[in-house]
Structure formats: C-alpha cells, structure tokens
C-alpha cells in the first residue's frame, strides 16, 4: 500500500513538474501570461452536488432529531469533494490546452528558436494570409493565388518545370472566365504556352493574339498578329519623345564600353529620322520606311538630308540637326558620320528579315486596349531565333510596357510573362519603369534560368528588382551564384548537433541557413518568397494537368 502511494506521489510530482515548465515554456514564447482558466465546474460535478444534496435531505428528513448533526457532517465531506473535483476539472483543461500547444520537448524547441531568433518553413495558412488570403487572383503555383499589385520573378534551371507548374496553370486557371481576370502578354519560345492554353483562353472569353512571324505550324490556326510602334503616337504628341526615345534604346541598348560616343550618336540619328518620319505624309509611317531611309547613300541621302532641313517641326530641331550632318560631312570628310551610320545600320540589321520587317508594318494588336478588355497576347519564336531577334523583341516589350503607362486600367490587371527573359538583352523600359509599372497595375513577371543572367544585364539594378519583386519562386536550381544566393536569403534555422568527447555526448545548438547551398541545388519543391513573409514557402510541383481539365493537348509533347 505504501509502494502505491509513493508511486502515486511520484507521477503526481512528474505531472504538476510537467505541467510548470510547459506553462513557463508557452509565456516565454507567447509573451503573456498564461491566464487561469474560470469555468463553471463541470456538469457531472454539479450532478454530483445536486445528487449529494437530496441524500441529505432525505437522510435528514428520516433521522428526527439528529437531522441537524447528518446534515453538518454531509456538508463537511460533500464541499470538500465537490472542490477538490473542480479544482481537479481546472488542471484538466490547463493540461489539455498545453497539450494542443506541443510536447515538452516541442516546446523546448520553440523557446530555443525564439531566443536565437529561429524560424522555419511557412506554414500554408501564413502563405494564403501573406497573399491577401482571397483565393482568386493570379495562380502563383499549387493552387495558390495573389490578388496583390507589384511583380514577380521566377529563376528555374532549364527542364525544371517552370512551364508546366507555375506559367501553364497561370493561363489555364479555372477564374480567366470571370469578367474582370487579368490580361496576359506573353513571351512563348517555341509557342507551347499558347498551344496548351490558346483554345482555353477564347472559351473564357479572351481575345487571343499570336505574333508570330516565322510561322510556327503548330501554332498557325491562332494567325499571325502585326503590330507598328508607331501607330502607339503621332508626331504631335505630348509624349513624342518617350516614345520615340523608347524605340532608339530598343534598336541601340546601352553599351558595356565606356566610350560610347557612337552608339549615343545613332540613337540620336534614329531619333532624328523618326521625327521626320512622323512629321510627314509621303512615305508609310512604319519600320519598313525607316529601315529604308537609314540604309540611303550618296545622293539619295543628301536628298532626304536636304528634305529634313526643311522640315520646321520640333522647334526647327529637326532642320538644325539636319544641317549638323552635313556640317559633319564637309569637315572631316565624313568619316565621322560614316561611323554612326554604320552602328545604325548595325543595329537595324534584323530587319533585312522581310518576315520580320512585315511583323512590324501594321498593327493587328491595338496597344491601347489591352487594359481594358480580356487580351492574351502571345509573342512566339523557335528558341534559336531568340538571340537573333533580340531587337525586335526589345521593341515589341518595350512599345508594351510604354503604352501601359498611358492605356491602363484600375480594373483589370495586365500580366507581362516573359519567358527566358535574358534573351531580350538590356532592355530600358525594363529597368526604369519596374519601380512604378506596378501603380499602372501591371505585373512584370520575367522568368530567366540563374541569377547571374540578370546581374550580367542590368549589373547596377538587378538586386533592386529582386528586393522589390512581391513574389518569387526558385526551383531547379543549378549554379553556384544562385545557389549562395537563396542560401544567405533563408532565414536561420536550429539545429541540434552531437558533439563528442572523451567523457560522454553532448548536444548543441547550432544556428545555420534554413537550406544550404549544396540543399538549394538538391531542392525537389519550389522555394516560395514573398515579400513581407519572413519564412518562405516550400510549395510541392503541381503540373497543370493535375489542377484542371482546361488544357489543349500538347503538340510539343508526344
């Protein structure tokens, strides 16, 4: 009997130990105290009162005169009973709500993280909350959703998935059929993304549009859009030289080199041309004249030459610029001006492709109302044309992002996703417009294979748009850059190392990257950013075949 009641004693002492450091554990980690729960007592102990309390009376009302003394000692044992009951009751919900709180050695855990400043993965709940928890909006990957403004920016070694998990099931999603779903302009290598989605698109009421100059056959029944830069403006409009300024950096992007002397002189040459092209009726307003015009020599030069000088447009800039040229060719015998129209014809020179040439004769695509109708734009070229057509893509992305900041909509968002996004070279508006395209609610999302791509091309900026984007994700990581990259982004996580000696084992803590390198390049999920979250999501591939049933069967794919 003795044995029992030291047993007793123990586990009683081990529980109420227990039941203290756990409390302790949770206000260090919470903040607060943990408060002492007031509840009614429990039905059964009123039951048992109410019980105890008709024995009573019964008894009383059968012992005649000794009532008095069975109703004091009933008192006696039934108060004391019925408290120790509640207090019992009490403890039993305290333990319980610790007991949904986590284990001992749980708890342990998260005070140790608290106190070095530890986190974890995020939890689903804080991703949805941290993507403004509505459930609609554009699908960033395994049915997760952000109706938020800013941009976006996925880095994905090549074949990772970055198609099938996070574009495809953008522009397949179940809620492109409601009227106010975002407009989408689409860089497409190869054109699979319009493929597997086009059909979709239309069903859910979208004007869907492919530029796609060299025919793609697998493509060929979507047609194949033109569009003219500047049928965005006309030569007196107030935002002339934006636009105009736009096109030169598009055709003539800045150098690497310091002296660029050239390259700043045939942006003014080309600039000087378009003027002149906009400010007269002879010749077509498009690339067509302007790739003509550029490529004159000898007499037919000095001709149009001498036309400009007429020309009193801009001011007279146009004349006196003119006349500049031909003070040039008279000095120093041309030689000078020889240079800058060789880096002007250079620079053109995509457009001695006549299918390319013809892509930008005429506007099929209205610029002006993509913002403000249901659009998917889908811009289409065999990955080894890309490099090649850098210029015209430059050109084509550029016009958008410019006519965006004049022809937007606060209803409808217009989502810009450019796949293998490096391949577009430095492009300007990209750099100066990311900061406020957002307030014209527009999403730049571009999509490049490493870091080192996007730090090779805007060298001073490149971090800024990474620091600024709200969402990003990264999978498939293969290179080192990248790699230390996310690693020192994570944040820290604990870890619990064996050290030993000669006496015994020990355990540490030890504070270290939520991954390492060598992990990031190993990771199988999408690692998650949004800004704001400290934590970042670790979100499984979820292809779009296993979101929905939207999707066309894929050409590409047997």
């Given at each position: 009997m003795e044995d029992n009641d030291s047993d007793f004693a123990k586990q009683w002492e081990k529980l109420s130990k227990d039941i203290n450091m756990r409390t302790k554990l949770v206000e260090e980690i919470t903040g607060e105290k943990m408060p002492v729960e007031r509840k009614l007592p429990s039905s059964w102990i009123i039951g048992y009162l109410v019980v105890n309390l008709i024995i009573v009376i019964m008894i009383t009302s059968s012992a005649g005169r000794d009532a008095g003394t069975v109703f004091f000692v009933s008192l006696l044992i039934s108060v004391p009973v019925a408290g120790i009951a509640y207090y019992v009751s009490m403890q039993q919900h305290h333990w319980n709500k610790l007991n949904k709180m986590g284990t001992l050695e749980e708890l342990q855990q998260?005070?140790?993280?608290?106190?070095?400043?530890?986190?974890?993965?995020?939890?689903?709940?804080?991703?949805?909350?941290?993507?403004?928890?509505?459930?609609?909006?554009?699908?960033?990957?395994?049915?997760?959703?952000?109706?938020?403004?800013?941009?976006?920016?996925?880095?994905?070694?090549?074949?990772?998935?970055?198609?099938?998990?996070?574009?495809?099931?953008?522009?397949?999603?179940?809620?492109?059929?409601?009227?106010?779903a975002p407009s989408f302009v689409v860089l497409d290598p190869k054109g699979e993304n319009l493929a597997v989605s086009g059909t979709y698109l239309q069903s859910a009421g979208y004007n869907v549009l492919a530029v796609n100059p060299f025919d793609i056959p697998e493509i060929i029944l979507f047609g194949n859009a033109r569009f003219n830069p500047f049928d965005l403006f006309s030569g007196t409009d107030p935002d002339f030289d934006k636009y105009a300024d736009m096109i030169a950096y598009a055709l003539i992007p800045p150098a690497s080199h310091s002296n660029d002397y050239f390259d700043k002189s045939a942006r003014n040459y080309v600039t000087l041309y378009i003027r002149h092209m906009m400010t007269q009726d002879q010749e077509p307003k498009n690339f067509?004249?302007?790739?003509?015009?550029?490529?004159?020599?000898?007499?037919?030069?000095?001709?149009?030459?001498?036309?400009?000088?007429?020309?009193?447009?801009?001011?007279g800039d146009i004349k006196d610029e003119a006349t500049a040229i031909f003070g040039q060719l008279v000095n120093d015998g041309g030689r000078t001006v020889e240079g800058i129209y060789s880096t002007v014809r250079t620079a053109t020179d995509v457009f001695k492709d006549n299918q390319l040439r013809n892509s930008v004769s005429a506007s099929d695509i209205d610029l002006k109302t993509i913002a403000h109708q249901k659009t998917a734009i889908?811009?289409?070229?065999?990955?080894?044309?890309?490099?090649?057509c850098q210029t015209w893509l430059r050109l084509f992305f550029g016009s958008v992002m410019r006519a965006l900041t004049k022809y937007y909509s606060r209803d409808r968002k217009v989502v810009?996703?450019?796949?293998?996004?490096?391949?577009?070279?430095?492009?300007?508006?990209?750099?100066?417009?990311?900061?406020?395209?957002?307030?014209?609610?527009?999403?730049?999302?571009?999509?490049?294979?490493?870091?080192?791509?996007?730090?090779?091309?805007?060298?001073?900026?490149?971090?800024?748009?990474?620091?600024?984007?709200?969402?990003?994700?990264?999978?498939?990581?293969?290179?080192?850059?990248?790699?230390?990259?996310?690693?020192?982004?994570?944040?820290?996580?604990?870890?619990?190392?064996?050290t030993k000696s000669a006496d015994n084992d020990e355990l540490r803590e030890v504070v270290k990257p939520l991954l390492e390198p060598h992990e990031v390049m190993g990771w199988q999920n999408m690692i998650l950013e949004i800004k704001g979250l400290d934590s970042p999501g670790n979100l499984i591939k979820l292809p779009y075949w296993e979101i929905n049933s939207n999707a066309s069967p894929n050409p590409f794919r047997s």
């Open positions: 998260k005070a140790l993280k608290k106190a070095y400043g530890a986190k974890d993965w995020a939890t689903t709940e804080e991703i949805k909350i941290a993507l403004g928890n509505s459930g609609s909006g554009l699908h960033v990957g395994s049915k997760l959703y952000w109706n938020g403004q800013g941009h976006m920016m996925t880095v994905g070694g090549s074949r990772g998935g970055k198609g099938v998990n996070l574009i495809l099931p953008a522009l397949l999603a179940d809620n492109l059929k409601e009227a106010n067509r004249t302007l790739y003509k015009w550029l490529r004159l020599a000898g007499s037919e030069r000095t001709g149009l030459l001498m036309q400009m000088s007429k020309n009193d447009a801009f001011d889908f811009v289409c070229l065999s990955p080894a044309d890309l490099e090649r810009m996703i450019m796949d293998e996004f490096p391949t577009l070279g430095a492009l300007k508006e990209f750099e100066t417009a990311s900061g406020f395209l957002a307030g014209y609610n527009v999403t730049l999302w571009p999509i490049m294979q490493d870091l080192t791509q996007l730090k090779s091309l805007y060298t001073n900026s490149w971090e800024t748009f990474v620091n600024n984007a709200i969402v990003r994700h990264y999978l498939a990581i293969g290179d080192n850059f990248t790699a230390d990259y996310i690693s020192k982004r994570m944040p820290k996580k604990l870890s619990m190392v064996s």
